[in-house]
């Protein structure tokens, strides 16, 4: 038996979105740019996938923008806050994303764009009260926090930052990678400036995604070349990626709730068997069920000078998961989320993350060769 419990990373394509996709590949290969029929019915294919996707977020399809990913997205997003709107600082935490950190450290260091990472306490929750100092203080400002930390799950009380944002006057973005498709998403009633997704965290194709953009904001080209994405970002489009982006969000969206409720079990149930194993144990970030995201769950195990090899071991008993620390997966440093929560990095820890298509059934083989696997290690 194998198996999957590194979702966080990437999702399995549902068989729908594969023979969605499969369709546009073996039929439509006109260039949408293209007045001719063939072209007219790719162009067709695109513009009646962003409106489903919208119709899910309740939001209008001229403010979606199809990325590469979520990465691009991200990107996309300080560029236009920086480049186009003023933005002089810059508001985040240290455990984002390296799609948004790497970008804002980048500002800060070649622009002189002030950057400054909010107080974080040992879960990964943010300070508001911080933040609402900070908020009031007249520079023009861009918020970038993360909605789910893809690492420890810990969950940022969006709505409340979306609020504080807006009184302030500040520029809001929201990492949602991890939480698009996993959650219900009201556009037109979250005050938010930019959100990102990427198809491949549920269950759709890797290679494509999209950068939300509030109709409030005007903005210029970021990508030149090509008048797609209305002239925001250059470049033929990935029909069959965007019409596997829309049927993902169609899947997702028949019962975004039942699904919730199926992986938060299986993520409760895991929890409860492995506390009992190991006594001494502990779980990173918020665990509770309001506070997490319900796909991750970070486990910091005991002690054991076998730790680098926990993961391969895994591995060869079938089971597939994320290290989170230099002991566990061999690289020369820890993670930088741990390491910013003050986690015990000298201790193997372990990120598991589950998809609506996990069983109960593969959480029983995969804590048996967890057992296993820390009998030999700590023998």
Do not use: W
């Amino acid at each position: 038996m194998r198996v999957y419990l590194d979702n966080a990373a990437t999702t399995p394509m549902a068989p729908e979105v594969v023979d969605a996709m499969c369709d546009v590949l073996r039929n439509q290969f006109g260039n949408p740019s293209s007045t001719h029929s063939y072209g007219r019915a790719s162009k067709a294919l695109i513009e009646t996938s962003r409106r489903n996707i919208a119709k899910h977020l309740n939001c209008q399809p001229s403010e979606l923008f199809f990325t590469s990913g979520g990465t691009e997205a991200d990107n996309l997003a300080c560029h236009i806050a920086v480049q186009e709107l003023g933005v002089k600082r810059i508001i985040s935490t240290s455990i984002e994303h390296h799609a948004v950190g790497h970008t804002v450290e980048m500002y800060r260091d070649r622009f002189k764009v002030e950057l400054h990472n909010l107080s974080l306490d040992n879960q990964g929750h943010i300070d508001l009260m911080e933040l609402e100092r900070l908020l009031k203080e007249p520079i023009p400002t861009l918020v970038s926090l993360m909605h789910a930390n893809n690492e420890i799950a810990t969950l940022i009380p969006l709505e409340q930052v979306a609020t504080l944002c807006r009184t302030h006057g500040a520029y809001f973005h929201s990492d949602t990678v991890q939480t698009m498709g996993h959650y219900a998403f009201d556009l037109n009633a979250l005050d938010i400036d930019f959100i990102t997704c990427a198809a491949h965290k549920f269950h759709g194709p890797k290679g494509i995604g999209f950068l939300y953009v509030n109709k409030r904001i005007k903005m210029t080209p970021m990508i030149l070349g090509g008048s797609q994405e209305r002239g925001f970002r250059g470049g033929t489009e990935n029909i069959s990626g965007i019409v596997g982006l829309s049927k993902a969000f169609d899947l997702a969206y028949e019962d975004v709730h039942a699904h919730h409720e199926h992986v938060q079990g299986l993520k409760t149930y895991m929890m409860e068997r492995l506390k009992a194993h190991f006594p001494d144990l502990l779980f990173h970030g918020d665990t509770t069920p309001e506070g997490s995201l319900y796909t991750v769950l970070n486990v910091c195990f005991p002690a054991t000078d076998k730790a680098s090899m926990l993961l391969f071991t895994l591995d060869l008993k079938g089971v597939a998961v994320s290290g989170g620390s230099a002991c566990t997966s061999g690289a020369t440093k820890g993670s930088h989320v741990l390491e910013g929560i003050g986690a015990d990095m000298s201790r193997p820890n372990v990120r598991f993350s589950f998809s609506r298509y996990t069983t109960k059934e593969e959480l029983d083989f995969a804590l048996e060769q967890v057992y296993s696997a820390f009998a030999i290690a700590l023998a």
